[in-house]
């Protein structure tokens, strides 16, 4: 059984670039996370969907920073334009509804480095 | 103001002998405590969940604890292996939002 696939694994760029972050949720989970994970802040959650609406963008760093979720299966986090500071690894993680107790899967990551 | 500290930052020791790692928190309303086992390169696990009326939960040879009253969690690890050198992150849900804080995580290694 799969589970949270995100592509790529690893991304390098240039400053200014646009850089496009995928996640496929697994298979019947209808909550997804973005999350951002550096050496000095570790992980921060950025935005939540709930049944492909975003619920929650509070921890959205800037409006260079954009999230959709056009359907049930497929995720895109964009970063335009991106600078180096937004170096750091990016999860998405995905679980069944809203509730405090529920667990999120996390899948492998994307490592985000620009230059 | 919301908060998760883990320590210590890091730790070695030799494989086969005991460790413990710890939490402590400021969230509030409380709802539940997870710790997570992230290897390098790959996602979070989750190892455990406590809820407030809980104050121990085993997963082989990883059990927490938790004080809900001094607001402390522990992660021991018993015989270790090789295998456990990972980072071991501690994550506070607040109850009424999906609302987690993250420790910034406790890197074990584990030598032969």
């Known amino acids: 059984d799969a589970g949270v696939i995100q592509s790529p694994r690893h991304e390098v760029t240039e400053m200014g670039q646009e850089v496009t972050l995928r996640c496929k949720p697994i298979?019947?989970?209808?909550?997804l996370f973005w999350y951002r994970q550096t050496m000095m802040r570790g992980l921060e959650l950025l935005i939540y969907?709930?049944?492909?609406?975003?619920?929650?963008d509070s921890g959205m760093p800037e409006d260079r920073f954009s999230a959709k979720m056009p359907n049930a299966s497929f995720s895109t986090l964009k970063i335009q334009p991106s600078e180096p500071r937004d170096s750091a690894v990016y999860f998405c993680a995905s679980t069944i509804g809203l509730a405090d107790y529920n667990e999120q899967f996390f899948g492998p990551g994307t490592r985000l480095t620009v230059l | 103001k919301n908060q998760v500290e883990q320590s210590p930052q890091s730790l070695i020791i030799l494989e086969g002998k005991n460790c413990t790692l710890q939490c402590n928190y400021t969230v509030s309303p409380f709802s539940n405590l997870r710790w997570y086992k992230q290897d390098t390169g790959r996602g979070p696990v989750s190892l455990t969940i406590?809820?407030?009326?809980?104050n121990t939960k085993s997963n082989g040879r990883y059990t927490a604890t938790l004080d809900a009253d001094t607001k402390q969690s522990s992660l021991h690890i018993t015989a270790s292996q090789l295998s456990d050198s990972a980072s071991y992150i501690c994550?506070?849900?607040?109850?009424?939002?999906?609302?987690?804080?993250f420790g910034t995580g406790t890197r074990l290694t584990v030598i032969p």
């Open positions: 298979s019947g989970h209808n909550s």
């Open positions: 994550v506070v849900t607040r109850t009424g939002a999906n609302n987690l804080f």
């Open positions: 969907f709930n049944n492909n609406v975003p619920i929650d």
């Open positions: 406590m809820t407030f009326s809980e």
